[in-house]
């Protein structure tokens, strides 16, 4: 099945903008039901800098799963503080059905290997659970959607990774059985440098079933090499998802188009 990775126009109804993105790539029917429940991991590493998912495309995400019976919206602790703490950047979508999780809390676990270590996972991670990464659109190489996947590990010793990161990133995604939907928020590209990155705006959203092919995409407007991304090469040597942009099936905005977006306003 060839992957299909939808680029659309990030509207001020974003709910909206997503609800097209996702009709584009065949819609997500087998993943809305009254059956299973949703994990949304964001990503946020420091809640003082803007550099995770807002709170209206996580909103679009919610509006997206509406017959499933519980949302989690899920991160874990880090040396910046614990995940209950960065959660509270969406507090606003909170609600019986939609609810904050720290993966660092939960009891009910799950032992896997990740990068020759044992780790004790969230039970919520697991199928028959939804899994959706959703991350920012940046120029940082070592990954977005994909690297998202760090913050499944409960510790805050995460650093530790770094060394052997590509291959601790997909032993998670094999781990937990795969991400089922990524969503890539594109109302700013970030880039430079860090402490010195930019935003620079560009109102995009990415999104697909597979991650793998959302990474490439999104590394290819952002002016990256896909195949000189570390995890999407350790993606390509599992045969994990589509990694070659020429085999995508980029439908709504043009590649070319979004990438002519991105570079002009980077450029002022």
């Known amino acids: 099945m060839v992957a299909k990775v939808a680029i659309v126009e990030l509207e001020k109804d974003a709910a909206q903008s997503l609800r097209h993105a996702l009709s584009l790539i065949g819609k997500i029917d087998d993943l809305n039901t009254s059956k299973e429940s949703v994990v949304i991991k964001v990503g946020v590493f420091d809640p003082k800098a803007d ?60 032992m896997v290997k990740i990068a020759d270590e044992k780790i004790a996972l969230s039970h919520i991670l697991f199928k028959p659970n939804v899994l959706v990464s959703t991350h920012i659109l940046r120029t940082y190489d070592q990954g977005s959607v994909l690297k998202n996947l760090l913050g499944v590990i409960p510790d805050r010793r995460k650093v530790r990774f770094h060394k052997k990161l590509a291959a601790t990133l997909m032993d998670a995604y094999e781990a937990v059985g795969g991400i089922d939907l990524a969503v890539l928020d594109g109302t700013h590209v970030t880039f430079g440098t860090a402490p010195k990155e930019k935003q620079a705006p560009v109102n995009l959203l990415i999104a697909g079933r597979d991650a793998v092919a959302v990474e490439t995409v999104g590394a290819t407007i952002v002016g990256l090499k896909p195949e000189k991304v570390p995890v999407i090469r350790e993606a390509m040597k599992r045969s994990i998802g589509e990694s070659n942009i020429d085999n995508i099936e980029v439908v709504g905005l043009s590649l070319e188009s979004a990438k002519e977006r991105v570079s002009r306003s980077m450029a002022k």
């Open 51 to 110: 550099h995770h998912t807002s709170v209206d495309v996580v909103s679009a995400i919610l509006k997206s799963f509406n017959k499933a019976p519980q949302i989690y919206i899920a991160e874990s602790d880090n040396y910046k503080g614990t995940g209950s703490e960065r959660l509270q950047k969406w507090k606003t979508l909170f609600s019986e059905r939609v609810v904050p999780f720290n993966l660092s809390e939960d009891t009910d676990t799950r």
